[in-house]
């Protein structure tokens, strides 16, 4: 009957559907596209009354075969695709983007780009407004390609000087390319969303001609907006953006303090400790502190010698002068009950030691500051060092057994 084999028809859909999906798991790409050759022969013959489309599933699951099948070709992908565009006008520029972003995967920039401009100009009725958000896109990624292509012309007249130059083809075609990246770039930045690539580029254009004010104001927007999703590159290219020009250190140091509560253990913090140590005043020494004992608290930087050097050199100025010792009470009675066990074991002490000196000597320096002469790690290093007659090591041993005081008052 017609309800029996409704029921049994979605049975072996969904069965059909299992086991592509188990195939794809397994990585057996092959045995995936035949079982999806089945599952859509299956809807073709589907005798049921209501038209059954071709699915978004079929188009996911096609895409990530014919990416991984071993006889897959360009052509077969295109071929693919071009049948997902006609058949599913609802999702045709998702198809579009995700077509693009294939071609430009296997280096076809040219063909990627006509790819976008046809699907720039496609308009199907209520369907064109639906996809706007995906358009608006379309156009983003032909400004990428733009900028692309105005920076393939821009190394052709650094490289020949523009004196040398005579053919002004190549920076009329450049200014060309410009405008067009401009226009696109602009106005997808100006949505709220996470547009890194986008603003790098659309900046570099503007710094290129002079246009300083205007990018400020993108990446200030970029970093500021309430609108925009917390980002922390957004303060990176800002930053980065006010050191290239010069900018005070009050504007330096208030875009690396945001990143710095974004994230703590960002590689720029080196760069913000070093300014904030530089400092005469007093708050952004303190700060400078909190800094790196942040940093120091990421396994990434365990082993990183500039990391504890920065600590070092400030604990060891602290410790002389004997001012602001309750700085280094406050970061250290959060972290007393942890750090020892995770930074100055023995066993990290003896590593440390056979891989890189310098890394156990500010180590060494900064643990038997904060857990005194009897520390395990400033034990063990100190010994190898003062064994192995290094001077430094020797230095360092009579530093710490000369401030260990400095370490009962630290520990309370």
């Not at 071609?103 to 920039?109: A, Q, R, V, Y």
């Not at 996470?194 to 710094?207: A, I, M, P, R, T």
């Not at 922390?232 to 290219?237: E, G, Q, T």
């Not at 930087?301 to 600590?311: F, I």
Request: net charge positive; hydrophobic share 35%.
């Amino acid at each position: 009957s017609s309800h029996e084999y409704k029921l049994n028809f979605k049975k072996s859909k969904e069965m059909c559907l299992s086991y592509i999906q188990d195939a794809m798991l397994q990585k057996q790409w092959k045995k995936a596209a035949e079982f999806l050759t089945f599952y859509i022969e299956s809807l073709e013959k589907d005798f049921s009354t209501e038209y059954v489309s071709p699915s978004e599933m079929i188009w996911r699951i096609g895409t990530e075969i014919l990416c991984h099948h071993s006889r897959s070709s360009m052509k077969e992908f295109n071929s693919f695709t071009e049948q997902m565009k006609s058949l599913g006008v609802k999702r045709y520029l998702k198809v579009c983007l995700e077509h693009t972003f294939h071609l430009l995967c296997n280096g076809l920039i040219d063909e990627a780009y006509q790819n976008l401009s046809l699907s720039e100009s496609w308009r199907f009725g209520e369907q064109t407004v639906i996809q706007d958000k995906e358009m608006k896109l379309i156009k983003a990624y032909k400004g990428l390609l733009d900028y692309y292509n105005w920076s393939k012309q821009k190394n052709i007249l650094l490289e020949h000087g523009q004196d040398g130059f005579e053919d002004l083809s190549v920076e009329q075609e450049m200014h060309s390319y410009f405008r067009k990246a401009a226009v696109n770039l602009k106005e997808i930045i100006k949505i709220p969303g996470v547009w890194d690539l986008f603003v790098k580029c659309y900046v570099d254009l503007l710094e290129f001609y002079g246009d300083h004010n205007e990018a400020r104001q993108v990446l200030n927007e970029y970093a500021y907006n309430s609108k925009f999703p917390a980002n922390p590159n957004a303060h990176v290219y800002l930053y980065q953006f006010l050191k290239r020009h010069g900018e005070s250190k009050k504007s330096l140091v208030s875009a690396l303090k945001i990143l710095h509560e974004v994230v703590p253990s960002h590689e720029l913090m080196i760069d913000f400790n070093i300014m904030l140590q530089k400092s005469k005043k007093r708050k952004r020494r303190r700060l400078g502190l909190e800094v790196i004992f942040a940093v120091l608290d990421y396994a990434g930087w365990k082993e990183n010698v500039k990391a504890w050097s920065c600590l070092a050199k400030q604990v060891k100025q602290i410790v002389i002068s004997e001012k602001h010792l309750d700085w280094i009470q406050q970061e250290w009675n959060s972290r007393k009950d942890w750090w020892p066990a995770f930074h100055f074991s023995r066993y990290s002490a003896k590593r440390n030691w056979q891989e890189n000196e310098s890394l156990s000597y500010e180590k060494a320096l900064v643990a038997g500051i904060l857990l005194g002469k009897g520390c395990k790690y400033f034990k063990y290093v100190s010994h190898q060092g003062c064994k192995a007659q290094v001077k430094r090591f020797r230095i360092l041993k009579k530093f710490v057994n000369k401030h260990n005081p400095v370490y009962l008052r630290i520990s309370g």
